[in-house]
């Protein structure tokens, strides 16, 4: 698999943290200044913690249209200790730049595939992962199908996985159709923010297909009590999918750190797990979740 640092082999990887924002701007479209990250000082410190509590490594999703900062993301590497994955692709319909519009598929293919393999830009830093590849909601806009699309050519390009963002709406299941008849195989795909809406009958629906069910809003309690994060993770792990759920926390906001009151990069590996074990999940369970099935997705 590839890092910010080089590759490494699979098993070098701990717990990993499957979608998160380490230094990303949000800003400039949401006009929220909570939402920028920029400061690598600080995010070292917030990482820290996360290592302390037993983290290894994370998967950074921001995206081109986000700010991506590769460079920037080797040298929080460096200063941590974490492996650090990072992303190519685009975002979702407010956040395109005009080029979008004006640039063929195959042509934004090539794009994330010279991210993958060469380097992202000049920072000689590759990508490791495709996304997050979004819907702003409940449908897949002209643009975003295309670039659904090029995402989908990349991936059977190079074999990387493939991270989605599918937020408040069941739209992951219109992502995954789009990527079936792109030939994708589906166990290379992510679907994420699942657990933005707790329907257990579009979890079940998407890991059918083969896919990964991810949770990684976890945290973000203004969206959803943890709780019942915890009740719907633990009834898909009872009933036998545990190879196929990913967690993450998606931290994106500054009041998302310890720094500024939040709950951190930590919260999965300490609060969470402490709520999925008081709901009797095995252990074995979480291993497969947060370690090896990183590792068998992250692998290419
Ligand atoms: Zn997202």
Excluded at 46 to 75: C, F, H, K, Q, W
Excluded at 237 to 266: E, I, K, M, P, T
Aim: aromatic residues 6%; charged residues 25%.
């Amino acid at each position: 698999m590839q890092t910010v640092r080089g590759p490494v082999a699979p098993e070098a990887l701990g717990p990993t943290l499957m979608h998160e924002h380490v230094l990303c701007d949000f800003y400039r479209v949401t006009g929220h200044l909570d939402q920028i990250l920029n400061d690598e000082g600080l995010a070292a410190e917030e990482l820290l913690a996360y290592r302390r509590a037993g983290g290894a490594a994370l998967v950074e999703v921001t995206t081109r249209d986000l700010g991506s900062n590769p460079a920037g993301l080797r040298r929080v590497s460096e200063q941590t200790g974490l492996h650090i994955v990072a992303a190519t692709g685009w975002y979702r319909q407010p956040y395109y730049p005009p080029e979008i519009d004006r640039t063929p598929v195959n042509r934004l293919a090539d794009l994330m595939v010279k991210d993958l393999t060469e380097g992202i830009g000049e920072s000689g830093v590759r990508a490791g992962i495709i996304g997050e590849i979004g819907a702003h909601l409940d449908y897949l806009t002209a643009q975003e199908e295309r670039v659904l699309r090029a995402a989908a050519r990349a991936q059977r390009a190079t074999g990387a996985p493939l991270t989605t963002h599918a937020s408040m709406y069941p739209v992951g299941l219109a992502q995954l159709e789009v990527l079936r008849e792109e030939n994708v195989d589906l166990a290379r795909v992510i679907v994420g923010h699942c657990d933005t809406y707790l329907d257990p009958a579009y979890h079940r629906a998407v890991l059918r297909t083969g896919a990964y069910v991810q949770f990684d809003t976890i945290g973000r309690r203004h969206m959803n009590p943890d709780g019942r994060r915890a009740d719907a993770l633990v009834a898909l792990v009872r009933d036998g999918w545990q190879r196929q759920l990913l967690l993450s926390s998606d931290r994106c906001y500054r009041s998302d750190l310890h720094a500024f009151g939040g709950a951190g990069y930590d919260v999965v590996i300490t609060e969470f797990r402490a709520l999925v074990r008081d709901r009797g999940m095995a252990d074995d369970a979480w291993e497969a979740m947060l370690v090896d099935n990183p590792r068998r997705i992250l692998a290419w």
